[in-house]
């Protein structure tokens, strides 16, 4: 049998794993950006979220919106993490994680959330929209949507832990994202159901937040053909 060729996320995500470990980058320091990481090992970006992903999951690097990653350890952590597979019992196990963690956030959220959180929700739904038939592009906005619900429960383990999962959830949203847009009418639709889950948190109703993000990701997984377990 042939060896799997290693991919262009592998090489990369090796390179910069064997830069902190000797010290390059070390412990407290922050990584090239984005673009320039980019540029160094002539990928995409796709490519090098998906390899600092990986570093953010194994514990050795954190990433916090404005400052870039930060290296926070020279030896990954050897705890507990969630598989990085893609079939569909895989992708399934996920939607039925964030349904739970999810659900609970935006309900909290609607309790806890403030005039500048609403205001950033308000402009990631507004760059969604512009974005509504281009997948890719709006992949990232959706992300972040989502993250942005979590930050505004103001409870610091929500952002953590859906941070933790950052792989397995930009996997999830780039295939739920593609598949609306081979389907007339659809991401709007999908938008809708963003929308309805940002007016509930700022009008404070904890409950229908709650419903409206567990119906949004009920959704999203039946759209992909998904069997999810009765809970």
């Known amino acids: 049998m042939q060896p799997r060729p290693t991919t262009l996320t592998e090489r990369v995500t090796q390179q910069l794993r064997a830069e902190i470990a000797d010290g390059t980058f070390p412990v407290g320091a922050r990584l090239p950006t984005g673009k320039q990481l980019c540029e160094r090992f002539g990928v995409s970006a796709a490519v090098i979220r998906e390899a600092t992903e990986h570093l ?38 996920i939607f039925e994680l964030r349904i739970d963690l999810e659900s609970a956030a935006a309900g909290m959220a609607a309790r806890h959330r403030t005039d500048d959180d609403v205001m ?5 739904l507004d760059e969604l929209a512009a974005h509504l038939d281009d ?22 383990y929500y952002l953590q832990l859906l941070q933790y999962m950052n792989l397995q959830l930009h996997h999830a949203v780039q295939t739920a994202r593609v598949n609306s847009s081979q389907h007339p009418g659809l991401p709007r639709q999908v938008h809708g159901e963003h929308m309805a889950i940002f007016h509930a948190i700022r009008s404070r109703d904890a409950y229908l937040a709650r419903q ?11 759209r992909l053909g998904l069997k999810l377990r009765a809970a």
Do not use: C, K, W, Y
């Not at 020279?74 to 196990?93: E, I, Q, Y």
């Open 120 to 124: 950033r929700m308000a402009a990631l």
């Open 212 to 222: 409206q993000a567990g119906q949004h990701l009920r959704n999203a997984a039946h």
């Open 135 to 156: 997948p890719e592009r709006g992949v990232e906005s959706d992300i972040q949507f989502h993250v942005a619900v979590a930050t505004a429960t103001h409870n610091p």
């Open 56 to 93: 953010r999951s194994q514990g050795m690097i954190e990433s916090r919106q404005g400052l870039g990653s930060t290296v926070r350890s020279r030896v990954s952590d050897n705890g507990f993490r969630l598989a990085g597979g893609t079939d569909a019992a895989d992708l399934a196990a």
